[in-house]
Every structure is written in structure tokens, then in C-alpha cells.
């Protein structure tokens, strides 16, 4: 069956984090949030990502936001293939259509 045709029939979220998506075909997913977040797909975040590492520093410093346990704080339907995720550090641009979604659950450590 082409990934394509494959939908969320249900979406939860448990408190820990962890998108719990079940799918037309039936299969269930538990995604961690902070995984989809890694992977936002928006000019920005591939940009980052394609960057080099910063140089290594004695002690990490992270901003508030990152100290932060990452949070979905909303999920919108875009069309009928995608959703428009709203995570806690503010960041709303990524449009993550359901194939990316489904491909992450199946294949977690998948490079962008
Ligand atoms: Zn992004």
C-alpha cells in the first residue's frame, strides 16, 4: 500500500510527550515530540541543520526555552495531507504532512 494514501484516524497526546498517532491501516505510533521537532521541515530548521556544530563549549548553555521539557502545545489540520505543529518554544512554521509522519514513526533515527 503507497504510504500516500495512509491518514491519522486518531491523534493523542500522553504527558510525557509522545504523539500517539493510529493510523487508516491500523498501525499505532507513539512519536516523541522533541523527534518530530528535530526534524521540522521548514527552510529555517534545514538550515540549521545543514550548518556545521558550533564550536564545543566547557559547559552548556542553554536558553531558557531549551532548558524547557519541549511541548506540543497545538496541531492543525493544513489541507488534507498535513498538519501545522505548534511547539512550546514558539516555533509554528513546520508543515508536517501526514508521509513524513508515518516515515518518521517507521523509521525513528531516518536523517532528514
Ligand atoms: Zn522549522
Not at 491523534?11 to 521540522?40: F, H, K, N
Not at 526555552?65 to 502545545?73: D, I, V
Not at 496541531?75 to 518518521?104: C, K, W
Request: with cysteine; glycine share 4%; charged share 20%.
Amino acid at each position: 500500500m503507497p504510504s500516500m494514501s495512509i491518514y491519522p484516524t486518531q491523534l493523542a497526546l500522553s504527558p510525557d510527550q509522545q504523539l500517539q498517532i493510529t493510523w487508516s491501516d491500523g498501525r499505532r505510533d507513539a512519536l516523541p515530540v522533541r523527534l518530530i521537532r528535530d526534524q521540522c521541515p521548514c527552510a529555517t530548521c534545514r538550515e540549521k541543520r545543514a550548518a556545521p556544530p558550533p564550536p564545543p563549549t566547557l559547559l552548556p548553555v542553554l536558553s531558557a526555552a531549551e532548558a524547557q521539557p519541549l511541548r506540543l502545545l497545538g496541531m492543525e489540520p493544513v489541507g488534507n495531507y498535513a498538519y501545522s505543529l505548534h511547539f512550546s518554544d514558539g516555533h509554528d512554521t513546520g508543515i508536517f504532512t501526514f508521509e513524513m509522519l508515518r516515515q518518521l514513526a517507521e523509521e525513528p533515527n531516518r536523517p532528514a
